[in-house]
């Protein structure tokens, strides 16, 4: 049911991140399934809420590095800057302010 | 970001239940937020899927009681018949294939 949802334009490989996405105009969120490790570089946007389904997150938001596990939850505000690593085997959803987000493919 | 999403219009009081829906043509995504705590008697309807993001909650799915804890998810087949038992402080998210499981209010 959710792996039938449109996937995001992300600037990795299918094979490395599969995304499935509910979008409506108050925002976006994409569930995400780490298929093999990627690191997330530093950038920023609007705000963003995201909990762990699986697999442990390492995320460095405005400086301060904490891994993240299942039930865990984190806010990022507006305009922080933030950065992850994520291994494969971790799924993760998260909510986006902005409704654009990403692009669907 | 989150309580700023439209409400569903649910058979509680809106001092014991609070929502924040995001909906697409695909389907429904409910973040609940209980505060007083709540019965939700048996019922079906197509496939549902869901994750706790705090406290404890009590379903019953297709006959089988267990308690769901931060970072577990279940998944309803569609037309399963299934209850639950949620505590004031339990948060939860799901996710309902069927884009108008509940009116807006």
């Given at each position: 049911m959710i792996t039938r949802l449109p996937e995001a334009d992300l600037p990795f490989p299918a094979t490395a991140v599969k995304t499935s996405v509910l979008q409506s105009e108050h925002g976006q969120l994409v569930f995400f399934q780490i298929l093999d490790d990627v690191d997330i570089p530093a950038h920023s946007h609007k705000a963003q809420w995201g909990t762990v389904l699986e697999g442990q997150v390492e995320l460095t938001i405005g400086g301060e590095t904490r891994m993240y596990g299942p039930g865990s939850a984190y806010y990022i505000a507006p305009g922080v800057v933030h950065s992850a690593r994520a291994p494969a085997g971790a799924k993760v959803i998260d909510f986006f302010e902005?409704?654009?987000?990403y692009k669907l493919r």
């Open positions: 902005e409704p654009d987000r």
